[in-house]
C-alpha cells in the first residue's frame, strides 16, 4: 500500500488476528508496528514518524582511483587507433602503484598496433639490409622482427615500468594544456629529462635515462655482431633518445589531444 502525501493509509477486508506493518521510505529507516485485529473491528494505528537513514558514504583509497585511472589511460588512441596509454590528462593524478606500472608495460607491449608497426621497421631493415648479419628471407625477416620487438618490451618495461617502481617515478606524461605557447613548449621538453616521482614532486627522470641505457646494451645480447652497439654509441644512442622524447612531448602538447576521440574532458593540470 501506498499512502497518501499526508502519510495516511488504510486497508480493508483483512481476516481478524496478528498483523505487522513494515513502514518504509526512501532515505528513512524502516520501521514495523504489530497489533491484533479483533472480528468487526476497525483498528487505528498510532502515528508513526520515521527517522532519517544513517548516510552510507563510500570512500575509495588511492590504488582504487589509480586503477580507474589506468583504465582511462588505456583507451586512449590517437585517431582511435594508435596507443596513447603514457599520458595523463587529468590534474594532479594519483600516483601510479607498481601493479599499474606494470599493467601500462604489458598493455602496450601486446598491443595489436605494436606488432604491426614491429612489423613495418623490420621490414624496411630487411629492404635496406640494414643488420645484415641476420641475413634475407624468412628467417632474416623473422630475426629482425624479433629484435625489434625485444627492444620494444625490454625498453618498456625496463625505462616504464621497474625502474620507475624502484625508484619510485611515474612513467606517464602529464599534459598541461594552459599557459603561453611558449611555457607549454618549456614544459614539454624538461619532461623528457624530468618527471614527477610518486610523492608528486618533480624530480630527474633517472628511470627513462637509465632505462635507455640498460635497454641499449641488453640489445647487444642478441644483435649481430658486426652491428652491436659499444659503449660510446650506446650514450650516443640515449642522448638522441632524450632528443626524441623532447620531439614527442611537444607533439602530445599541442596536437596528440585533439587527435585522441577517448579523452575524458578533465580541467587542465596545473603544474
Same mark, same amino acid.
Given at each position: 500500500?501506498?499512502?497518501? @502525501?499526508?502519510?495516511?493509509?488504510?486497508?480493508?477486508?483483512?481476516?481478524?488476528?496478528?498483523?505487522?506493518?513494515? =513502514?518504509?521510505?526512501?532515505?528513512?529507516?524502516?520501521?514495523?508496528?504489530?497489533?491484533?485485529?479483533?472480528?468487526?473491528? $476497525?483498528?487505528?494505528?498510532?502515528?508513526?514518524?520515521?527517522?532519517?537513514?544513517?548516510?552510507?558514504?563510500?570512500?575509495?583509497?588511492?590504488?582504487?582511483?589509480?586503477?580507474?585511472?589506468? %583504465?582511462? @589511460?588505456?583507451?586512449?588512441?590517437?585517431?582511435?587507433?594508435?596507443? $596513447?596509454?603514457?599520458?595523463?590528462?587529468?590534474?594532479?593524478?594519483?600516483?601510479?602503484?607498481?601493479?599499474?606500472?606494470?599493467?601500462?608495460?604489458?598493455?602496450?607491449? =601486446?598491443?595489436?598496433?605494436?606488432?604491426?608497426?614491429?612489423?613495418?621497421?623490420?621490414?624496411?631493415?630487411?629492404?635496406?639490409?640494414?643488420?645484415?648479419?641476420?641475413?634475407?628471407?624468412?628467417?632474416?625477416?623473422?630475426?629482425?622482427?624479433?629484435?625489434?620487438?625485444?627492444?620494444?618490451?625490454?625498453?618498456?618495461?625496463?625505462?616504464?615500468?621497474?625502474?620507475?617502481?624502484?625508484?619510485?617515478?611515474?612513467?606517464?606524461?602529464?599534459?598541461?594544456?594552459?599557459?603561453?605557447?611558449?611555457?607549454?613548449?618549456?614544459?614539454?621538453?624538461?619532461?623528457?629529462?624530468?618527471?614527477?616521482?610518486? $610523492?608528486?614532486?618533480?624530480?630527474?627522470?633517472?628511470?627513462?635515462?637509465?632505462?635507455?641505457?640498460?635497454?641499449?646494451?641488453?640489445?647487444?645480447?642478441?644483435?649481430?655482431?658486426?652491428?652491436? $652497439?659499444?659503449?660510446?654509441?650506446?650514450? @650516443?644512442?640515449?642522448? =638522441?633518445? =632524450?632528443? @626524441?622524447?623532447?620531439?614527442?612531448?611537444?607533439?602530445?602538447?599541442?596536437?596528440?589531444? %585533439?587527435?585522441?576521440?577517448?579523452?575524458?574532458?578533465?580541467?587542465?593540470?596545473?603544474?
Amino acid at each position: 500500500m501506498t499512502s497518501s @502525501e499526508s502519510g495516511q493509509f488504510f486497508f480493508a477486508n483483512i481476516a481478524p488476528g496478528l498483523f505487522q506493518l513494515t =513502514i518504509a521510505a526512501t532515505g528513512f529507516k524502516t520501521q514495523a508496528y504489530s497489533g491484533t485485529l479483533h472480528a468487526g473491528e $476497525n483498528s487505528a494505528v498510532p502515528q508513526i514518524a520515521l527517522a532519517l537513514a544513517t548516510e552510507t558514504t563510500q570512500v575509495r583509497v588511492g590504488p582504487q582511483i589509480a586503477e580507474e585511472q589506468v %583504465k582511462q @589511460e588505456e583507451k586512449q588512441r590517437v585517431l582511435g587507433v594508435i596507443p $596513447n596509454f603514457y599520458v595523463s590528462y587529468i590534474p594532479n593524478p594519483v600516483p601510479l602503484a607498481p601493479k599499474q606500472k606494470f599493467e601500462l608495460a604489458w598493455r602496450t607491449s =601486446i598491443d595489436p598496433v605494436t606488432f604491426v608497426l614491429t612489423g613495418g621497421i623490420a621490414g624496411v631493415q630487411q629492404a635496406e639490409n640494414d643488420f645484415s648479419g641476420y641475413g634475407q628471407g624468412a628467417q632474416g625477416y623473422g630475426k629482425r622482427y624479433g629484435a625489434n620487438y625485444a627492444d620494444v618490451v625490454i625498453g618498456t618495461f625496463v625505462g616504464s615500468a621497474i625502474l620507475p617502481s624502484l625508484l619510485k617515478q611515474d612513467p606517464r606524461y602529464f599534459y598541461k594544456g594552459t599557459g603561453s605557447v611558449r611555457s607549454r613548449a618549456l614544459y614539454a621538453i624538461a619532461q623528457a629529462v624530468i618527471c614527477k616521482g610518486d $610523492n608528486g614532486h618533480w624530480q630527474p627522470n633517472y628511470s627513462g635515462v637509465l632505462g635507455s641505457l640498460a635497454a641499449g646494451g641488453i640489445s647487444n645480447l642478441y644483435y649481430p655482431a658486426s652491428d652491436r $652497439n659499444g659503449a660510446a654509441l650506446t650514450f @650516443e644512442n640515449t642522448a =638522441i633518445g =632524450i632528443g @626524441e622524447s623532447a620531439a614527442a612531448n611537444l607533439f602530445q602538447e599541442f596536437v596528440i589531444r %585533439k587527435l585522441t576521440p577517448s579523452v575524458t574532458k578533465h580541467p587542465p593540470a596545473t603544474p
